[in-house]
């Protein structure tokens, strides 16, 4: 027996595959910065916390380039108080 689907249940399993699809282009995104160009998290310096997340991260822009841009921590890692 044949499972007809409705329209509705069509369009929310178009919308679910293509969200999935997104999250798995972001992955393939970081994981292979020199095929897509996309910046990557290049180095580390200053102390961790307890966290264990240092002072400052380096971000190459793309993969190839000699520089890279310094991201400092502003503050002490926090979480929303819902």
Not at 16 to 25: A, P, Q
Not at 62 to 68: I, K, M, V
Request: charged share 35%; net charge neutral; aromatic share 12%.
């Amino acid at each position: 027996m044949f499972d007809v689907w409705s329209d509705a249940k069509m369009e929310k399993r178009i919308k679910e595959l293509e969200s999935e699809n997104e999250k798995l282009k972001n992955i393939l995104r970081k994981a292979f910065p020199e095929k897509s160009g996309h910046f990557f998290i290049c180095g580390e310096a200053g102390e961790k916390d307890t966290s264990g997340l240092p002072d400052k991260v380096f971000i190459c822009p793309t993969h190839g380039l000699d520089g890279f841009q310094v991201y400092k921590k502003d503050g002490k890692y926090s979480t929303p108080g819902w």
